[in-house]
């Protein structure tokens, strides 16, 4: 195609398109366009109309106006538009989480509309602004909060009235609605008991579900006196003995025996449980009184099994803990398990104490004693004690130049005899206990062995590592009793025993780390050599409970320790007084809470917060007697939602 051709069909169709252009304006109306410019006092006047015309609807509204009025003045255009969509019931629930609603508004708005239904009801009105932070720190958590909604929904009127005026117990309402109003209404009558009952019901976990927290309102409800007044001698120690013995406390019926009988209930929960599987509570709570009547109350609470020795061999039991202590009952049950040479124990250590208590332990796994202690019984405890010391350990000890405290302790009281007890235990049992009393006189007096048996005990807590009481949950007990004693300090549970005991766990340290290296001979008895022998591991584990079974033991014993757990707890963290009283609330089927620190996301942000150590279990009274909501109800309120969801989850399963 030639150049003139082509330009003769451009011209051609720029001709055409100009025609059907001028055509088709021809046919079209003219369109203005113009500008609509909204000026600041236009705008302003278009938003008072609004607000008047909002404001004139309630202005006969006497009871509401000036809720109105102040929630217009506040959040100006987002109140009208709120207004326009939810009425009255949307202004109110505006005024009442501020910029939650405008959250949950603009966001959830079904969330929000479920909560415009409560806001009617003036407890529940009380209630979304006492929670308001809390729904705050739950925006990135829309399941959570779904659920809280339901939860305050299906409460009935009455049980949100309850919580307006104790807005902490939201969870627990939650949880358990029917049984914490029916308590409400029976403690209705002194505030000071319903404080106390809450208290006591925060400790308990909610992640479970509610088996928990039912366990301990049904103690509130049958013993309602007692159960609040273990609580406020013992703390959640003493509600969960309670919760364990509620009816032996209440048969007790004494309130100067409650805090001795809580104790002695306490260390000797397993023997205890035991004994009411065939006996009634109201046999062991008339013991318990027989036993205060004797003075043994306060000494069977130093050892696991010293009240069951009591009851098990009456009256012989009850004079072995007498002669010996508490830690009779230690010699009895660990070391001799056949039944016929218990009793001969139990005799030996009625009739000489400390004596038969040193010779019964450290010979416990000799064949031949045992056998000539099933024949001749406690007759033979003096004869060999007169000759047990050690030659060779007495010749060792007194080579050394410079000697522990515990060396010397040792050294003084071996240094009585250079005969062997060993030998006495042959002799009688080839020949009979006429042969020894023809060549030795057995006059001993028990004094001289009080040394000595701790020295020996101490040997056996480093040889066997479990010592002085064995199991779980006796363990848990004794390392709650010593934390105790740590927190008070040593000087204030027993001034004169600072000196000693702070040495003693010194030397114990010293011993358990070179034990397996030089030989055990310093603590008494070569047995502890092959005892320490299974490795450095052992020798530390076991110099750390020696450790503190002679803390324990110089801070006064067990009972002494366990007597100054209430205040002590006061200078614990929750975290602390959880894991000391876990064990027995185990036993006592219940589920503690641990209020460790809580984890929120804001504004993007993660925002840590927790209950401060310093305050512990106040912050728990503090809290309870405040109009709002702290940190603790928030972790009641969080185990509370993850016992939700583990239900959810459970339903939705196939």
Sequence with gaps: MSKGTRQTLALLCLLIGSAVFIKLASKTKPVILEKVVIDGPSSSKSFQDHKNQVLDRYREDTKHFAMVERVLNKYAQTAINLESTDGLRGLKLLDTLDLEAVYLYEKHPREFRRLCELVDDQAAARILLTWRDYLSLKRADDGDRALWIAELERLSPSQRAIVEKTPEILPLMMTEPEAISGLVERMSRDPKDLQDAFIGLQLVSLREGSSSIRKVIETLEKHPKWALESLRHRGPEGLMVFTLFGDVIETLDQEELLDDALIALHVSADDSTEYLRDHSS???????????????????????????????????????????????????????????????????????????????????????????????????????????????????????????????????????????????????????????????????????????????????????????????????????????????????????????????????????????????????????????????????????????????????????????MPNAMNRMTIGQVEEIVRPLARKAGVTLSRFEPLRFLKDGRELLMRVPPERGLKYLAIESGQAGVGLAAYWKMEEHLASRRAGVSQENQP
């Design 282 to 564: 109201d046999s062991l709570a008339k013991h318990l009184r027989h036993l205060s009547a004797s003075g043994l109350l306060t000494k069977v609470a130093d050892h696991p099994n010293a009240l069951k020795l009591t009851l098990e061999f009456g009256e012989r039991g009850e004079a072995a803990i007498k002669a010996s202590g508490a830690d009779a009952a230690e010699v009895v049950y660990q070391d001799y398990s056949d039944k016929d040479l218990r009793e001969k124990a139990v005799e030996a250590l009625a009739d000489h104490g400390l004596t038969a208590a040193v010779m019964l332990e450290k010979y416990a796994s000799d064949t031949q004693f045992r056998e000539i202690l099933r024949r001749h019984g406690s007759a033979i405890i003096l004869p060999i004690a007169q000759s047990d010391m050690s030659p060779e350990l007495v010749a060792k000890l007194r080579e050394k130049a410079s000697r522990t405290t515990t060396e010397s302790l040792a050294l003084g009281v071996m240094s009585l005899s250079g005969d062997s007890g060993q030998a006495t235990i042959q002799i009688i049992h080839d020949d009979g206990l006429a042969r020894v009393a023809q060549i030795q006189n057995s006059n001993i007096s028990a004094v001289e062995f009080l040394p000595l048996y701790d020295l020996t005990h101490l040997a056996n807590v480093l040889t066997k590592g479990y010592r002085p009481t064995s199991g779980e949950w006796s363990w848990a007990l004794m390392d709650g009793a010593f934390v105790v004693a740590d927190v008070m300090s040593l000087f204030a549970v027993q001034p004169e025993g600072v000196v000693a005991a702070e040495m003693a766990r010194g030397q114990v340290k010293t011993i358990g780390k070179t034990a397996a290296r030089e030989g055990a001979e310093t603590v008494v008895d070569r047995s502890i050599k092959a005892g320490l022998q299974t490795g450095e591991q052992l020798a530390e584990s076991s110099a750390r409970r020696a450790n503190q079974w002679w803390a324990v033991r110089s801070a006064g014993g067990l009972q002494k320790v366990l007597k100054q």
